[in-house]
Antibody, heavy 123, light 109 residues
Framework: QVQLQESGPGLVKPSETLPLTCTVS????????WSWIRQPPGKGLEWIGY???????????YYNPSLESRVTISVDTSKNQFSLKVSSVTAADTAVYYC?????????????WGQGTLVTVSS | EIVLTQSPGILSLSPGERATLSCRAS???????LGWYQQKPGQAPRLLIY???SRATGIPDRFSGSGSGTDFTLTISRLEPEDFAMYYC??????????FGPGTKVDIK
């Protein structure tokens, strides 16, 4: 059974960088798309971006254009983890952040999710 | 950019009733790339339907998806108490590659 677990600070100051990690257990991180999705309190879901690792030292990333200038997603295959960094955060970045596995040809079916972690941006 | 619109915003029904949720896209969406998710308060979303009409693993057959082009529907044939939740449609395509609709809340009448 694949399980995902987000970890990172629950509070980040404005203008700083938000760092989150997703640890994948019960399956390999290779050959799947791994996404970050966020949900501001009381609002809908916003896809942030994904990373695909093909198991042969090749990675592909794609980001939501609305966040692309501030977002980086990376993978650490030795730890079966992938990470998110959002720079120059503001209060608008306050949200529950989910990591998810994407299945399907282009990783577009999110079949496994982490429980989510609330990140608050405040001084 | 393709925009997804879901209606109604809130659907108030009683257990045992049939729920019909609509997802409309501003441009045509390939059926292969349309999915539906259920989200309960405090929980992560759960994949219900992929490819517009295929049930995900473990999803009861009272959930069904249909539609094509710009109009898609999620139907819950007979509402069980655990089905009262938020439902989101989601598509994959051109930039941004993945978007979600605003959601439909199914609540108890």
């Amino acid at each position: 059974q694949v399980q995902l677990q987000e970890s990172g600070p629950g509070l980040v100051k404005p203008s700083e960088t938000l760092p989150l990690t997703c640890t994948v257990s019960g399956g390999s991180i290779s050959s799947y798309y791994w996404s970050w999705i966020r949900q501001p309190p009381g609002k809908g879901l916003e896809w942030i971006g994904y990373i695909y690792y093909n198991g042969h030292y090749s990675e592909t990333t794609y980001y939501n254009p609305s966040l692309e200038s501030r977002v980086t997603i990376s993978v650490d295959t030795s730890k079966n983890q992938f990470s998110l960094k959002v720079s120059s955060v503001t209060a608008a970045d306050t949200a529950v952040y989910y990591c998810a596995r994407g299945s399907g040809t282009f990783g577009h079916d999110f079949d496994y999710w982490g429980q989510g972690t609330l990140v608050t941006v405040s001084s | 950019e393709i925009v997804l619109t879901q209606s109604p915003g809130i659907l108030s029904l009683s257990p045992g009733e049939r729920a019909t949720l609509s997802c409309r896209a501003s441009q045509s969406v390939d059926n292969k790339f349309l999915g539906w998710y259920q989200q309960k308060p405090g929980q992560a979303p759960r994949l219900l339907i992929y490819g517009a009409s295929s049930r995900a693993t473990g999803i009861p057959d009272r959930f069904s998806g249909s539609g094509s082009g710009t109009d898609f529907t999620l139907t819950i044939s007979r509402l069980e108490p655990e089905d009262f939740a938020m439902y989101y449609c989601q598509r994959y395509g051109n930039s941004p590659r993945i978007t979600f609709g605003p959601g439909t809340k199914v609540d108890i009448k």
